[in-house]
């Protein structure tokens, strides 16, 4: 693997996980808001805010390949 395609695999690991870490702190603000004005967490703005979680482990399993296709754009 070359220096392109490190720094390629790296930028995807880095937007990955930083979906992951947005969307764990978007979803436990939005329970601690529901905490502090008592009202009750729903099940719908929850999933929604966790969509990017979902993302960001697609990502990160699908790296390699996301990595190559990036460094091939580069190449060009």
Known sequence: MDAQE?????????VAVALI??????????AVLCRQHQTA?????????SL??????LILV???SLAVWI?????L
């Open 62 to 64: 699908k790296s390699r």
């Open 21 to 30: 870490g947005m969307s764990a702190v978007e979803t436990g603000l939005y």
């Open 41 to 49: 967490v729903e099940i719908m703005p929850c999933v929604i805010r």
């Open 6 to 14: 490190r720094g390629a695999l790296m930028l995807v690991r880095f």
């Open 71 to 75: 460094s091939d754009l580069m190449d």
């Open 52 to 57: 990017p979680l979902i993302a960001g482990v």
